[in-house]
């Protein structure tokens, strides 16, 4: 692996634009088991849930062996099999309004690399800029890492563990249909999401991982549902994986300038941790 050549990919662009339209919104409310009314053209956008458009648009015979587009377009070609959100850093300036023309401009802004006690590690971060015709509206640091396959026989690292008193709590069952659900509204066709017999097999986990954006959107949802200050940013990180083979909680409590979140997982890890500013 030369870091040298992956490194040339910073300051690559990929520019996007969509149509705020509203099935998107409609369906991921459905998801996330909202009482909701009928989205309408006007209607400002929950944040994050912006993730919902720009979606990737390889053909099939572009698909690499994980369901990911195959490496070497816009993310530089990093020949480590597992990819994963490792978290990430907005700001809200303006809504996002349904029914919007609205612009994405990705720039890979760094590619760095070190060896860790799973062995070698590659993070890219990809800075998003998405502007309606008044100007941008949210600005996005997308952290990514890759990882070494598993050696035989090794052991997860042991996780730090979560605070089980919150001043808000939400149980949530990752089942599969859940999963697909999500996969399917964000048109990700990542393996380690629904096919068991390869995230167990090729990459070494005990079951399907819950998107990280998933749980980022959950905690969201979270403080939406108990807080009514409106989000200036939000940032998160993902700590250790969760999977579908048990029920999971998200927790928040408020404090003067938003709020604290996490996930918690049924054994106490700390799996990703949240920081609103309102």
């Keep these: 692996m ?3 050549v992956l490194r040339e990919w910073i300051g690559r662009q990929e520019v996007l634009e969509d149509r705020l339209g509203l099935f998107p919104p409609a369906a991921l ?3 996330l088991d909202r009482d909701d009314p009928e989205p309408r053209e006007g209607d400002a956008l929950p944040p ?3 993730w919902l458009y720009f979606l990737p648009r390889a053909r099939q015979s572009g698909i690499g062996p994980d369901g990911h587009p195959k490496r070497g377009g816009f ?8 990819r994963m959100w490792a978290g990430g850093r907005l700001t809200f300036s303006a809504p996002l309004l349904l029914g919007e023309e609205v612009r994405r401009v990705s720039t890979i802004a760094d590619v760095s690399a070190k060896s860790g006690r799973s062995g070698n590690l590659v993070f890219v971060l990809v800075r998003h800029e998405i502007a309606n015709a008044a100007g941008v509206a949210i600005t996005e640091e997308h952290d990514i890492v890759y990882r070494d396959a598993p050696a035989p026989g090794e052991a ?3 996780p730090k563990q979560a605070e089980a008193e919150s001043a808000w709590r939400r149980d949530v069952v990752p089942d599969d249909v859940l999963l697909f659900r999500y996969s399917a509204l964000t048109f990700n066709g990542h393996r380690i999401h629904y096919d068991r017999r390869y995230v167990t097999t090729e990459e070494g986990y005990p079951g399907l991982i819950v998107h990280g954006p998933l749980l980022a959107t959950l905690l969201l949802d979270l403080f939406a549902r108990n807080d009514s200050r409106v989000v200036k940013s939000f940032s998160f990180r993902a700590l250790s994986p969760v ?3 048990t029920p999971f909680t998200v927790h928040g409590s408020a404090d003067a300038g938003g709020a604290k979140l996490w996930v918690r997982r049924d054994d106490g890890a700390l ?3 949240a920081t609103v500013q309102a």
Aim: some cysteine; proline content about 19%; overall charge negative.
């Design 2 to 4: 030369d870091i040298a």
């Design 29 to 31: 409310s459905a998801t």
């Design 48 to 50: 994050l849930w912006h």
């Design 75 to 82: 993310l530089p070609p990093v020949p480590l099999p597992r």
């Design 156 to 158: 997860p690292a042991v």
């Design 243 to 245: 999977f579908d083979t």
């Design 271 to 273: 799996c990703m941790e």
